[in-house]
């Protein structure tokens, strides 16, 4: 049953990774051929990856669901061998809950657009909010497991927890209230322009924690595995 286990993780792990990776390379190639501004990391919205209707982009949307998905199966994996939670199974569906919720709002996110305010903002501060519970709930269940693999599960429990810190740093970062600010220059007939800073501080954080929410979930399948494999 564990070798089952860890292979059924090990395999979460690997299409969390690939459907990441391709939702960006396909929306980035997609972006490139339609001869747009060059798309930075920095400065664009996770959501200007999908605005048009060609293939490309049809298939990073497509891709990006598939992640969300898979990112809330993969929560589930303390659930999938039972000593991994052993008297803490209300944590672990409280996970899963809170995995389903972070994932809706992320594939709000990119789909609603920056300038309709409320909504995107809405469903950016839901993602981090959930993401960052999340964080906390993996570190729980790491941090409480059976004294056998204690050294492998407070070492995940760690890693988990700085995860979390790191994402609840980006969630509160002072300069998200002022995120609208641009740069403006006036030229010699009094025309004004306006073009984002190479910073964009809420563009920016967005893929932060949509990193940070892979990266979190990636260690903890790995911590849930290796403690599956141990008990073998």
Not at 93 to 113: F, G, N, Q, T, Y
Not at 127 to 152: D, E, Y
Not at 164 to 169: K, N, P, R, V
Request: overall charge neutral.
């Amino acid at each position: 049953m564990s070798s089952a286990v860890y292979g059924w993780l090990i395999g979460l792990g690997l299409l969390l990774l690939s459907t990441f990776f391709f939702f960006v390379f396909f929306g980035l190639r997609a972006n490139k051929n339609s001869g747009a501004t060059s798309y930075s990391f920095l400065r664009n919205f996770p959501q200007e990856l999908f605005e048009g209707r060609d293939y490309m982009r049809r298939s990073a949307r497509i891709l990006l669901i598939s992640y969300a998905v898979i990112d809330a199966i993969a929560a589930s994996a303390p659930l999938l061998y039972g000593k991994l939670v052993e008297g803490l199974i209300p944590f672990a569906v409280l996970l899963v809950v809170v995995a389903l919720l972070k994932d809706v709002a992320l594939v709000a996110m990119s789909w609603i657009e920056p300038y309709v305010f409320k909504p995107h903002l809405f469903s950016f501060v839901c993602f981090g909010g959930f993401a960052v519970i999340q964080m906390a709930l993996s570190c729980i269940l790491f941090a409480n497991h059976m004294p056998l693999t204690r050294p492998l599960s407070i070492t995940f429990a760690v890693l988990i927890g700085a995860v979390g810190l790191t994402e609840a740093g980006f969630m509160v970062n002072p300069k998200l209230s002022d995120w609208t600010r641009l740069n403006t220059t006036v030229d010699e007939e009094g025309n004004v322009d306006a073009s984002r800073p190479k910073v964009f501080v809420l563009a920016f954080t967005q893929w932060s924690m949509m990193l940070l929410s892979l990266l979190g979930s990636v260690i903890s399948l790995l911590g849930f595995s290796l403690l599956a494999l141990a008990q073998m």
